[in-house]
């Protein structure tokens, strides 16, 4: 499956944005979906995964409560709402898929399909 992350840009803190994550080739809803972010310095760490289905959804506890995570398997794509957007959530974001059929998890191991990325600043 190829992916493409866009939506990223310049927000205050406070604010909101829209990262909208499109797949192309295999059938979409074969793959759990999971979004990451990396910021300058720092390792790819996790932000939120979901289900095949959307059924299930799990979040990092920096950004639990702020962002949502949200999938259209008719429309082949993942979307993840930022809300209330803080400085330290400035970080190039990258959406991600399992091999079919895995469950969704917090490693980035465990993904070895990766979208380009989408850079997402807030300033202060």
């Known amino acids: 499956v190829q992916l493409q992350a866009f939506g990223g840009g310049l927000v205050q803190a406070g604010g909101s944005l829209r990262l909208s994550c499109a797949a192309s080739?295999?059938?979409?809803?074969?793959?759990?979906m999971g979004w990451f972010r990396q910021a300058p310095g720092k390792e790819r760490e996790f932000v939120a995964a979901i289900g095949r289905s959307g059924e299930k959804t799990s979040y990092a506890v920096s950004v639990k409560g702020r962002f949502t995570i949200s999938r259209d398997n008719v429309k082949n794509a993942v979307i993840l709402q930022m809300n209330s957007l803080k400085p330290e959530d400035t970080a190039v974001y990258y959406c991600?898929?399992?091999?079919?059929?895995?469950?969704?998890?917090?490693?980035?191991?465990?993904?070895?399909?990766w979208g380009q990325g989408t850079q997402v600043t807030v300033s202060s």
């Open positions: 080739g295999r059938t979409f809803s074969v793959y759990a």
């Open positions: 991600a898929a399992p091999k079919p059929y895995a469950v969704p998890t917090s490693y980035p191991g465990n993904y070895n399909n």
